[in-house]
């Protein structure tokens, strides 16, 4: 789709300013091979922020749990705590392979569990860990500096084995960008393993986004995405999507029928799945493949609407990012506030959040 740009430090730099400028609590970076390292990456941009925070791949498998750990204790030593982890168990078992790892998907998972188990372990203690798993094994491990605070844990997943490994670790537990009945079906079963474990979790969503002032000037952005696509293209994303061993990527790709009936002429409204909600994106895009579309005021309603499922954290994407978090920052945040879901100005008391400020329960 139309919208990218040549991620460059420069550029990068540009991004977080933006998000920081425009009330956003934190940034999301991307991991695989397609991609920069998200560690080194994020540690570059520190000087270049403030108070912006840092959502960065944990990959179980990749690294050990001991550096992993230590990792993260130095980055929120040296960022004054503004990191977050996304736990990142496996993409694909394709892009593990080259990475050098072998296991099958259900053993990553399994991996997963003794890996953030040993990494609690070192984030909360001084007293030396050894742990003996299927697949972890760590003898008198200990941190020099532990992290303060405790980076938060977020998580996603849709499989069983995902699952019962969010509610074991996670502080958060993503989604990506379903119908709202589908969504609050996951925060239930999600809350109900976590209830198990004697838990409870936050819960967050992941969209793109397509704000303008009209509604009618958001759906022409979405046309003209679509319109850049052609059915080769689409053909062939959908081809190599369809072999994911991800059971969150099976449920994208049915939103939009694997795109069987993609036409780049057609009116966008046809990929409106939910009101303002477009699985478009995910025609050409692995992962989170949905996008709120509409007005700033039903951008914010349709956020509002979601948030009263149980979700505060909103990681939001556009095209490109720094148009879209200009747009979201001076069009829908005052929306959101005049529905008393967030604080007028950046800054101020509020609840949780990640990307999107964030939010508070309205009065009622």
């Not at 072998?102 to 569990?113: C, P, S, V, W």
């Not at 499989?159 to 119908?179: F, I, Q």
């Not at 001076?330 to 964030?358: K, N």
Request: charged share 20%.
């Amino acid at each position: 789709m139309s919208g990218d740009r040549r991620a460059d430090l420069r550029y990068l730099k540009q991004l977080a300013g933006a998000a920081e400028i425009n009330g956003f609590e934190a940034v999301l970076t991307p991991t695989g091979l397609w991609c920069e390292d998200a560690w080194l990456t994020t540690a570059a941009l520190i000087d270049a922020t403030e108070t912006l925070k840092f959502l960065v791949a944990f990959r179980p498998g990749l690294t050990s749990p001991t550096l992993a750990a230590q990792m993260a204790a130095s980055f929120q030593w040296h960022s004054q705590g503004r990191l977050y982890v996304n736990v990142v168990t496996g993409g694909e078992a394709s892009e593990q392979r080259a990475f050098g790892d072998f296991l099958t998907k259900e053993a990553r998972y399994e991996r997963g569990d003794e890996f953030l188990t040993v990494v609690r372990r070192l984030w909360e203690s001084d007293e030396p860990v050894n742990f003996s798993g299927s697949h972890v094994r760590v003898e008198d491990a200990v941190l020099g500096r532990r992290p303060d605070p405790l980076p938060q844990v977020f998580f996603g997943g849709s499989s069983p084995a995902a699952g019962t490994v969010a509610a074991r670790h996670a502080d958060t537990y993503l989604t990506w960008g379903e119908k709202p009945d589908a969504v609050a079906e996951k925060i239930s079963w999600i809350a109900g393993l976590a209830e198990r474990e004697q838990r409870s979790l936050d819960y967050g969503i992941r969209l793109h986004v397509i704000a303008r002032e009209t509604s009618e000037q958001a759906w022409a952005e979405a046309g003209r995405l679509l319109s850049g696509l052609d059915p080769q293209t689409v053909a062939a994303a959908q081809a190599n999507l369809a072999r994911s061993e991800s059971e969150g990527q099976r449920r994208m790709l049915d939103l939009h029928g694997s795109g069987a009936a993609f036409d780049n002429a057609a009116d966008p409204h046809s990929l409106e799945i939910y009101p303002n909600l477009w699985a478009g994106v995910g025609l050409v895009r692995g992962g989170a493949g949905t996008a709120l579309v509409g007005s700033y005021a039903e951008v914010a309603e349709r956020i509002a609407e979601y948030h009263r499922l149980g979700l505060d954290h909103f990681v939001l994407s556009g095209y490109p990012h720094l148009e879209e978090a200009y747009h979201f920052g001076e069009g829908v945040r005052p929306h959101l506030a005049r529905l008393g879901l967030i604080d007028q100005e950046p800054g101020g008391d509020v609840v949780h959040g990640a990307f999107l400020p964030p939010l508070r329960a309205a009065s009622s």
